[in-house]
């Protein structure tokens, strides 16, 4: 529901809100965020998200414009996702 409270459940929405970047290494085993949207996209895509880092995109006036979110980092030498 719209409260017009902010939405800190949201990564995306957090790291905007306080300006500050988030890094989950795991949404599955992660707390304090709510990750139903990531876990229906895996389950209709049969994709297994694991690590994500959510970084605000502030400008020189220190106003963040967006973020920039990057999904399943993977290890340069084995190519696992980490």
Do not use: W
Request: proline residues 6%.
């Amino acid at each position: 529901p719209n409260t017009g409270e902010p939405n800190y459940s949201v990564q995306a929405a957090f790291a905007v809100l306080r300006a500050r970047p988030v890094n989950i290494e795991d949404v599955y085993e992660a707390s304090g965020f709510e990750f139903e949207g990531t876990k229906r996209f895996d389950a209709q895509y049969s994709y297994r998200t694991r690590s994500v880092i959510t970084v605000p995109m502030v400008h020189h006036k220190r106003e963040v414009r967006g973020c920039l979110q990057l999904v399943n980092a993977t290890n340069p030498d084995t190519g696992k996702v980490v």
